[in-house]
């Protein structure tokens, strides 16, 4: 059973520290002149959020730029084949390709991604390169991958010999489970960040859903779906069942409640009440949203429990358990 999987059942038995993220509605008002203490600060989703945001901090850390922090960081989880989810090691598809989805979006609303990239190891950095030196925002599969070879990036094969071992393994569970969608079989990283300069950015990278039909996208690669900044309000980021979040638009959603002065932790409760209520109830589809307002208060809310997430600040980096249904 991999670490992550291991973590999620561990999780059960941590208490929720969800108190500390505020459960009451509070009117915000968008203020320029905002206390800057809280900043420079970055929350990511999951366990793997942890080592991702002490990279992140080392550039905020020293007055670095958010959008640099959130490259960085996400990359860690990517290069690390222990992670199941995210990057070289990830789950394959049905067929047994690995195949990557990635964005990345900066204070001024300029955005990066990729969908469907096969071997390449860091589809963040590739998302980051799609959005400085090319007028699109997105590109997909054979032509992510030429743009990327393009670029210098290198071809590798990112299905360890590990991973496809426990994919066997996982598609046996998954078949005696008749369970297609369960909180062990995604994973996503997505990160916001908010540097000294009081400025936001952020990413968002996954391989998506274990065994899914291959050339299937999540919402992690769609801005506005997996992630959305605008520096003016706040971000967020979402992880669970892509397709969930893509028909709420989730994270532009939160921040448009946010705008709204609806509290973080509010405004990703009220799109996962959303995703409830579209599926009629049912409570057995995991999907999170993360948020950062630009006051550098962060609330996050999941609709299993299970979801957590990590927080580094100049207090240090912490796990915390999201308030769930
Ligand atoms: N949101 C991702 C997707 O649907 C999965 C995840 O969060 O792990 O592709």
């Given at each position: 059973?991999?670490?992550?999987?291991?973590?999620?059942?561990?999780?059960?038995?941590?208490?929720?520290?969800?108190?500390?993220?505020?459960?009451?509605?509070?009117?915000?008002?968008?203020?320029?002149?905002?206390?800057?203490?809280?900043?420079?600060?970055?929350?990511?989703?999951?366990?793997?959020?942890?080592?991702?945001?002490?990279?992140?901090?080392?550039?905020?850390?020293?007055?670095?730029?958010?959008?640099?922090?959130?490259?960085?960081?996400?990359?860690?989880?990517?290069g690390d084949?222990?992670?199941?989810?995210?990057?070289?090691?990830?789950?394959?598809?049905?067929?047994?390709?690995?195949?990557?989805?990635?964005?990345i979006m900066?204070?001024?609303?300029?955005?990066?991604?990729?969908?469907?990239?096969?071997?390449?190891?860091?589809?963040?950095?590739?998302?980051?390169?799609?959005?400085?030196?090319?007028?699109?925002?997105?590109?997909?599969?054979?032509?992510?991958?030429?743009?990327?070879?393009?670029?210098?990036?290198?071809?590798?094969?990112?299905?360890?010999?590990?991973?496809?071992?426990?994919?066997?393994?996982?598609?046996?569970?998954?078949?005696?489970?008749?369970?297609?969608?369960?909180?062990?079989?995604?994973?996503?990283?997505?990160?916001?960040?908010?540097?000294?300069?009081?400025?936001?950015?952020?990413?968002?990278?996954?391989?998506?859903?274990?065994?899914?039909?291959?050339?299937?996208?999540?919402?992690?690669?769609?801005?506005?779906?997996?992630?959305?900044?605008?520096?003016?309000?706040?971000?967020?980021?979402?992880?669970?069942v892509g397709?969930?979040?893509?028909?709420?638009?989730?994270?532009?959603?939160?921040?448009?409640?946010?705008?709204?002065?609806?509290?973080?932790?509010?405004?990703?409760?009220?799109?996962?009440?959303?995703?409830?209520?579209?599926?009629?109830?049912?409570?057995?589809?995991?999907?999170?949203?993360?948020?950062?307002?630009?006051?550098?208060?962060?609330?996050?809310?999941?609709?299993?429990?299970?979801?957590?997430?990590?927080?580094?600040?100049?207090?240090?980096?912490?796990?915390?358990?999201?308030?769930?249904?």
């Amino acid at each position: 059973m991999n670490t992550r999987r291991k973590f999620l059942k561990k999780s059960a038995l941590i208490s929720s520290i969800g108190g500390l993220i505020g459960l009451k509605s509070k009117v915000y008002a968008i203020n320029p002149t905002m206390n800057t203490s809280n900043r420079p600060i970055v929350i990511s989703t999951w366990d793997h959020g942890i080592p991702a945001n002490l990279e992140a901090w080392k550039i905020l850390n020293n007055g670095g730029k958010a959008i640099d922090a959130v490259e960085a960081g996400v990359k860690v989880p990517e290069g690390d084949p222990n992670v199941r989810s995210v990057g070289f090691g990830g789950f394959p598809d049905k067929d047994g390709r690995v195949t990557l989805d990635a964005c990345i979006m900066d204070e001024n609303q300029q955005c990066g991604s990729v969908a469907c990239l096969e071997h390449i190891k860091h589809p963040v950095s590739v998302a980051r390169l799609v959005m400085d030196e090319t007028p699109y925002v997105m590109l997909v599969g054979e032509g992510a991958l030429e743009f990327a070879l393009l670029k210098g990036f290198e071809k590798e094969n990112l299905l360890t010999p590990e991973t496809l071992l426990e994919w066997e393994e996982f598609k046996e569970e998954l078949k005696e489970k008749r369970s297609i969608i369960n909180i062990e079989n995604h994973d996503t990283i997505g990160m916001l960040a908010m540097d000294v300069l009081g400025n936001l950015s952020g990413s968002c990278t996954t391989s998506g859903l274990t065994n899914k039909l291959h050339g299937r996208v999540g919402d992690s690669p769609i801005i506005g779906a997996g992630l959305f900044v605008d520096n003016e309000v706040g971000a967020a980021c979402a992880t669970g069942v892509g397709e969930e979040v893509i028909k709420q638009a989730g994270s532009a959603m939160v921040v448009e409640l946010m705008r709204n002065g609806v509290h973080p932790e509010d405004a990703c409760k009220e799109i996962i009440k959303r995703v409830l209520k579209t599926n009629r109830g049912n409570k057995d589809i995991q999907v999170g949203f993360l948020a950062l307002r630009k006051d550098g208060i962060f609330g996050a809310f999941s609709l299993m429990k299970g979801f957590n997430f990590a927080v580094q600040d100049d207090t240090g980096n912490k796990l915390i358990n999201s308030p769930h249904f």
